[in-house]
């Protein structure tokens, strides 16, 4: 079936420390893939996405590279701040459908 | 920008009471959806709906029902609430394209934290 793992959190970095956040997949086909950030007390908003292999989606300093080979999607920011704390989701879309299949989410904590 | 807008951020009802929760979206859209979404679980997909009148079940529909009587507005329904219930409810929209892929991201309201006493 299809089905997203990202990694557990919490995941707690220092300010400017290199940020990490593993997304891996299961799908039928060749899904388009999102990440998605919730701040606390909001809804969620996309923050990149991909829709190919090899593609890569970035927005705000966070990349993510659609990797096929290795069916992962994996966040990075090369500088964190107090700011970028939220909780981040990985996505993917079932083909035809309009349906996204979501992780489990994780959260960051930077601290000044 | 989308607005997807949700009637209200904190509920409080009792066992038992039936719970409508509206979600209204100002882009035309023709997809939404509802969400709930609890600790350690992620999203988890209750109803969605591609045009008005129409409706399909997601993931975990049971203790649920939906109406979309207007392409704008998509109203979940707890027809006896439970305890079981109280949880984060999100809604979204997005835009349908007919291709293969969904392109177009979701678009989602701030939530309504639902307790049900």
């Known amino acids: 079936g299809n089905s997203v793992t990202q990694m557990e959190g919490p995941v707690t970095l220092s300010e400017e420390a290199f940020l990490t956040i593993n997304c891996t997949y299961t799908?039928?086909?060749?899904?388009?893939l999102f990440w998605y950030v919730q701040y606390p007390g909001e809804g969620l908003q996309l923050l990149l996405k991909?829709?190919?292999?090899?593609d890569k989606g970035s927005n705000k300093g966070f990349e993510a590279t659609y990797r096929k080979e290795t069916t992962s999607f994996h966040l990075e920011k090369g500088s964190v701040q107090v700011s970028d704390s939220a909780v981040y989701f990985c996505?993917?879309?079932?083909?035809?459908?309009?349906?996204?299949?979501f992780g489990q989410g994780t959260t960051l904590q930077v601290k000044p | 920008d989308v607005k997807v807008t949700q009637s209200s951020r904190y509920l409080v009802k009792r066992t038992g009471e039936k719970v409508f929760l509206e979600c209204v979206q100002d882009m035309d859209h023709e997809n939404m959806f509802w969400y709930r979404q609890d600790p350690g679980l992620g999203l988890r997909l209750i109803y969605f709906s591609y045009d008005v009148k129409m409706k399909e079940k997601g993931d975990i529909p049971e203790g649920y029902s939906v109406s979309r009587e207007k392409k704008e507005r998509f109203s979940l329904i707890l027809e006896s609430a439970s305890t079981n219930q109280t949880s984060m409810y999100l809604c979204?929209?997005?835009?349908?394209?007919?291709?293969?892929?969904?392109?177009?991201?979701?678009?989602f309201g701030d939530g309504t934290r639902l307790s049900i006493l």
């Open positions: 799908a039928t086909g060749y899904p388009s």
């Open positions: 996505a993917l879309d079932l083909l035809y459908t309009g349906k996204l299949i």
């Open positions: 991909a829709t190919k292999a090899d």
């Open positions: 979204a929209s997005s835009l349908f394209e007919g291709s293969e892929h969904s392109n177009q991201p979701q678009h």
